[in-house]
């Protein structure tokens, strides 16, 4: 598991990393135990090593450029992973928890990190934003029994991973109103993705969605803090995962 990385200051408030790494990892017993098309089982909860898998090896670059000031901090991060042997579940048999894990030859995962933070005042403001490009970079034969549009789907070199989505945004707003008081709210977005069992990416996707938080601290003594914190404010139904 080889990695080299390269740190340059620029000047006082810019500095820049450029990296590189490899990792690899051995099918777990779960993966090992499950990994026979004509023998599916159901998601697992024992298993012992049964090894017709390949170890799963990673390779990622990464180039990143700091900004630090004593009220601003920002980095942005570029990088790029592929993976050799990556190793997926299939899904057979009549029900979306039966299947098997194999052996895809390349998956890739290449995408930018953004990130912000500021102190304006009595106000602290965080904000990041990810976008990732989780493709499958080899051909091969999804069995997918219960998709919609019928088994043995073809997937093809740039096809969607599912359940990994491109976009997601998070902001983190807190207000010291005073020496005991702060007050402060939460966003997160998150981006449509395709169904485990759709790594054609032939049917419709699961629906974006957003959240938003709110909190108040009270800091009445030094041993006494009271906490309140609304989570998803707004009431929204969303799902993050779907087979």
């Known amino acids: 598991n080889p990695a080299i990385a390269l740190n340059y200051q620029l000047n006082s408030d810019y500095a820049l990393t ?23 089982c159901k998601l697992p909860n024992a298993f012992v090593s049964d090894p017709p898998l390949e170890q799963v090896v990673a390779k990622t670059m990464e180039a990143s450029l700091h900004y630090n000031t004593e009220t601003i901090s920002a980095l942005a991060t570029l990088y790029s992973t592929e993976s050799n042997q990556d190793i997926i579940f299939q ?17 890739q995962r290449q995408g930018l990190e953004l990130g912000l933070s500021m102190q304006l005042g009595s106000v602290d403001f965080d904000t990041s934003y990810n976008f990732l490009n989780a493709t499958f970079e080899s051909p091969f034969v999804a069995f ?100």
Request: charged residues 20%; hydrophobic residues 30%; proline residues 6%.
């Open 18 to 40: 450029l990296s590189y790494s490899e990792s690899s990892r051995t099918p777990s017993p779960a993966e090992l135990s499950c990994a026979d098309e004509d023998d599916p």
């Open 91 to 107: 899904q057979a048999g009549n029900k979306s928890n039966q299947g098997y894990f194999i052996n895809i030859d390349k998956t």
């Open 144 to 243: 997918s029994p219960v998709n919609p549009l019928g088994a043995n789907r073809q997937v093809n070199k740039g096809d969607q991973i599912p359940g990994q989505p491109k976009h997601q945004f998070k902001a983190h707003i807190n207000w010291q109103i005073s020496d005991e008081i702060d007050l402060g709210t939460e966003f997160l977005f998150a981006s449509s993705t395709y169904y485990r069992g759709d790594e054609a990416n032939e049917n419709k996707k699961i629906s974006a969605y957003s959240i938003a938080n709110v909190f108040f601290n009270y800091q009445l003594s030094e041993k006494l803090k009271l906490s309140a914190k609304l989570n998803n404010m707004f009431d929204p139904h969303y799902q993050t995962f779907g087979t």
